[in-house]
């Protein structure tokens, strides 16, 4: 993977959580932290689990320390969570465009301590998986807007994305 193709993935992450915030702020604030029996739980619990697993990720490849999870009542409304949101956004899209391919094709050694895993993965890969987890989350939320609060949901298709920018 080069350069250009994590950064036009990341790019076309970004607007795809465009999108699904789009549908998030026709919710009122006790819309968005109402608890779901689904993944996560509430809106608000998913999108702080996507914050924090970003910004974890971000540090792990920079070899940063690592901080503790995002807590999820630490954010009480969408505006405060949206805030974090933009962000934890420009910090990642300021890593991910300052990568070169020497930097893509490193290996990174990373741990999962809760899930008894260390392991050692090329940093584009990791890169790949973050969007993956994106686009699997931003679907769980847009399953929650649309079941649980008869929101109209949109289309995250990455092909979507690809003819309205280019």
């Not at 910004?55 to 969570?81: C, G, K, N, S, Y």
């Not at 890169?127 to 987890?133: C, S, T, V």
Request: net charge negative; aromatic share 10%.
């Amino acid at each position: 993977m080069n350069p250009e193709s994590v950064r036009e993935l990341f790019e076309y992450d970004q607007w795809a959580f465009g999108q699904v915030w789009d549908c998030i702020t026709q919710l009122r604030d006790e819309q968005f932290i109402t608890p779901v029996d689904y993944s996560r739980g509430s809106i608000r619990n998913q999108v702080v689990h996507m914050m924090s697993v970003m910004q974890r990720w971000v540090l792990r490849m920079q070899r940063a320390p690592m901080p503790e999870r995002l807590v999820f009542e630490d954010f009480p409304t969408e505006a405060i969570t949206k805030a974090k949101w933009d962000e934890i956004q420009k910090e990642t899209m300021n890593y991910v465009t300052s990568l070169n391919q020497a930097q893509l094709n490193e290996t990174v050694r990373w741990e999962l301590p809760d899930r008894g895993i260390t392991a050692e993965t090329h940093r584009w890969e990791i890169l790949l998986h973050m969007a993956n987890h994106g686009t699997d989350h931003r679907a769980q939320v847009l399953s929650i807007l649309n079941q649980h609060f008869g929101i109209q949901t949109v289309e995250q298709d990455l092909i979507l994305y690809l003819t309205q920018s280019h």
